[in-house]
T-cell receptor
């Protein structure tokens, strides 16, 4: 079975500051992918960043970086220089190559509020 | 512009109505998905079509009926829904296959209210 745990239901950050959103996972699959999605109040889920289980380097995409610690089974999202438009719900997800019939497993999400 | 287009954006229907949600993608993706999402909750998988064949049905009630006419289109037919079916319905697509690297590309969603 696969499981994603996001322990922060809500987070606040000051504009222009950095923020870390926590994600831990559990899987028996030796090959898997980890994803972060952003969902603004409009509803659309937007893909932010991907990390493969065999990737040696942490993934980065602009202001987003993924702090991947395989031994600790954690995949935290770091947003640098927060902007008001970053206020949204953020979901961590994973997808195994061999288990769970290729379905994505989502965490419960973290609501991020950026304060001016 | 989103690469997965969902229509309608909003739908209000009575419990005896029949309606359909539509989803279209032109990215050449071979897997398409329907998710149901309640407020402040993660999306719940309903159906997966892989190479135009239904590959996953997450024990969804028969009042929801999916259809995949071709590799670009995905429909969700709705009939005799209940008020608890009110939710945001998200369509997504991915390149296909069981790679762990398949990113889901979501549409903007159809917000359904059942009266």
């Amino acid at each position: 079975a696969q499981k994603i745990t996001q322990t922060q239901p809500g987070m606040f950050v000051q504009e222009k500051e950095a923020v870390t959103l926590d994600c831990t996972y559990d899987t028996s699959d030796p090959s898997y992918g980890l994803f972060w999605y952003k969902q603004p109040s409009s509803g659309e889920m937007i893909f932010l960043i991907y990390q493969g289980s065999y990737d040696q380097q942490n993934a980065t995409e602009g202001r987003y970086s993924l702090n991947f610690q395989k031994a600790r089974k954690s995949a935290n999202l770091v947003i640098s220089a927060s902007q008001l438009g970053d206020s949204a719900m953020y979901f961590c997800a994973m997808k195994g190559r061999y288990t769970n019939a290729g379905k994505s497993t989502f965490g419960d999400g973290t609501t991020l509020t950026v304060k001016p | 512009d989103t690469e997965v287009t969902q229509t309608p954006k909003h739908l209000v229907m009575g419990m005896t109505n029949k309606k359909s949600l539509k989803c279209e993608q032109h990215m050449g993706h071979r897997a398409m998905y329907w998710y149901k999402q309640k407020a402040k909750k993660p999306p719940e998988l309903m159906f997966v079509y892989s190479y135009e064949k239904l590959s996953i049905n997450e024990s969804v009630p028969s009042r929801f009926s999916p259809e995949c006419p071709n590799s670009s289109l995905l429909n969700l037919h709705l009939h005799a829904l209940q008020p608890e079916d009110s939710a945001l319905y998200l369509c997504a697509s991915s390149p296909g296959g069981y790679s762990g690297a398949n990113v889901l590309t979501f549409g903007a969603g159809s917000r359904l209210t059942v009266l």
